[in-house]
């Protein structure tokens, strides 16, 4: 295959995958440009945890879930928000076909190229605790067998075989550094190349350039993610008018080569940036003991049971939950001043609750080992677990509650927090846990969530005392806030073509996945229902695949 080619991809993430794999199933000629080796390929999807959401799916109905589309719209309506008419104009529209397609052809797509769905079904950002507000009515969080990897195959496997028949090729190591535009039309693009690097996957690798390049196109399609590695631009896009200050000090979800360059170059093509202070922000990001770049974070995915206390050690109240609104918690901490908090625990939650995401971190469902899947009953018996527990920085381990918080002042010296106010709290929250009954909050969402049988048996402790030494020993957990995806971007209309800020298209210029908002310039709005972030990626590259297949000869 010559240089010559129908589009250029810039980003081999999953979202790029999708469209490259459309376009040569149609005999389309594909440059794939991604600053990054060979290694990187499927981008940050091979991290994932692999959760989709679907809508009234086989495997929903055989847990006794009813689920539909217009629930599944209304609960992604309320939680996105939309209330700008310019930036949300086209969002809307793509959270209306994304919602029919999780409905609809989304599994059956999937699994005809190969992927199965685990028979579980998670229940995630369980929402404000008001039937109009945000959050997901019913569990719809579906794990794949073989998590992000295998997500990334089904794409990856089919474009490499592309590339052996001569209609791809991959240009690793090329920084795009500019959309070339010729009459109002894109053309292509051009950067430096990057000396090679053997760097593995995540890690970070070097900038030293090598030389220049140029390659072209009838089209350009920017697939290249969002900025969440780059601290200093979620800073400066930082929504302080709802989530407060920016923290001082934050984890990275994501590696640093997710740094948002192409946002601005796409706009100094002429493309519309929009939404860009929507972004979805973890608080309950746990530093990684064996990192593989600079700050990096998992996260600590909550159960239902944890107590959740802020930097002072003052209980979270509703909905202020584990497990319920993510954003929302976010910035209700903001207030703090301060940049973690705190979950405590004991032995029994621990072993039922603790859960890390993340492919690497789930060696069961990545594995597709249902041996490991029984370990995972009791998670401390998990290698990724009990290394955590073992290593872990932000973990502190004690059986009595005063040793406790001696250890949480250890780790967090400049926020002491003084014993007598943390005994309150978590006696307090024990005498609501007695009896069957309670005004505690959480309390009910608890047994609102153990009524789902899934969850019941793989993802919660059953109601019990925190203080109650028969499960013992005590654990706390430091929390840090850590941004992971971008959800504004780039707009563009129902074919993925780039639009400027009048509206009009830019000729030649498409874009799909983090880079676009997911879709639109932020098709989740001001916050997501979780899943919902690889389904965005595939989703809009297969619009744009497609797409880009009928306007290319």
Known sequence: MSEAADVVVVGAGLAGLVATYELTRTGHRVIVVDQENRAGIGGQAFWAEGGLFLVDSPEQRRVGIKDCHDLALADWLASAAFDRPSQDRWGRKWAEAYVAFAAGEKRAYLRRLGLRMAPLVGWTERGVGSATGSGNSVPRFHFTRGSGPDLVRIFRDPVLAAAERGLVIFRHRHRVDEIVVENGTAVGVRGAVLAPSEAPRGHPSSREETGEFELRAQAVLV???GMGGNHEMVRAHWPTSRLGTAPQTMLRGVPVHVDGRMLTIT???????????????????????????PGHGVRLVPGPSPLWLNSAGERLLPPFLPGHASLQTLGHLGLTGHDHSWFLMNQLIVDKEFALSGSDLNPALTGKNPLLMLLDLKKRLTPPIRDFLEHG???????????????????????????????????ARDRQFIHRYSKDAQFHALRNVRAFLPERLTRSAPPHR???????????VRLHPMPRKTMGGIQTNLDSQVLR????????????????????????????LEGSFLGGCIFSGRVAGRALARGTA
């Not at 925190?466 to 706390?476: F, K, N, R, S, W």
């Open 267 to 293: 706009e100094r093509a002429g493309g519309c940036l929009v939404n860009l202070d929507r972004m979805w922000t973890y608080p309950e990001g746990l530093k990684r003991w064996d990192p593989l770049w």
């Open 466 to 476: 925190m203080l109650d030494p028969a499960y013992g020993p005590l654990y706390a």
């Open 393 to 427: 920085e932000d973990i502190v381990i004690r059986p009595a509650l005063a040793d406790l918080v001696d250890g949480m002042n250890a780790l967090a010296p400049h926020t002491p927090l003084e014993a007598a106010r943390v005994e309150h709290e978590v006696a």
């Open 501 to 528: 800020p009048d509206g009009e298209t830019v000729d030649g210029l498409f874009a799909a996945g983090e880079a676009a908002g997911f879709g639109g310039g932020g098709v989740h709005g001001y916050s997501a």
């Open 223 to 225: 697939t290249s993610g």
